[in-house]
């Protein structure tokens, strides 16, 4: 990877995401529960007419699950948490999202900084991190966004 990241955290881990996939950062999210999906999937969310996807990040990493709670009769709001949008690739208009705990900065990382994933990164999925960023006080993890979403 070099190029610029956005980091964002999810159960006190850093993790990144090539810029250029996102689309934009929500800070209000409001989602219908969709019944019988799949358990990584918390929702569908209106976005300006749109209708994106929103998947729980933490429980396709095998972190522990945000814990959503579903009112089948009532949209959901979830409070105190964020959500990244991705752009759609190609000529798909399948947009997709995840909930976040918390949003980071955009860095600029230098490909000699990177390392390949270890077979032990502690706590989370290692197929889907790219890299492994050592920073001054934290690990950057980078997202594999094709492998997390299967787009």
Not at 33 to 44: A, E, F, K, W
Not at 85 to 110: E, H
Request: charge should be negative; glycine fraction near 6%.
């Amino acid at each position: 990877m070099n190029g610029k990241v956005l980091s964002f955290y999810l159960h006190q881990k850093m993790f990144g995401l090539d810029i250029n996939l996102v689309k934009e950062i929500s800070r209000r999210v409001e989602y219908s529960h969709v019944p019988d999906s799949d358990p990584t999937v918390v929702g569908l969310m209106n976005l300006r007419g749109q209708i994106v996807t929103l998947f729980d990040l933490s429980r396709i990493l095998g972190l522990t699950s945000m814990g959503f709670e579903h009112n089948k009769n009532e949209k959901s709001i979830v409070k105190n948490t964020a959500c990244i949008i991705l752009k759609s690739q190609g000529n798909s208009s399948n947009q997709v999202g995840f909930l976040i705990d918390d949003s980071g900065d955009v860095l600029d990382i230098q490909h000699d900084w990177c390392e390949k994933t270890p077979a032990n990164v502690e706590e989370v999925r290692g197929e889907y991190i790219s890299e492994v960023v050592k920073l001054q006080e934290k690990l950057l993890l980078i997202l594999d966004a094709e492998r997390v979403f299967d787009r």
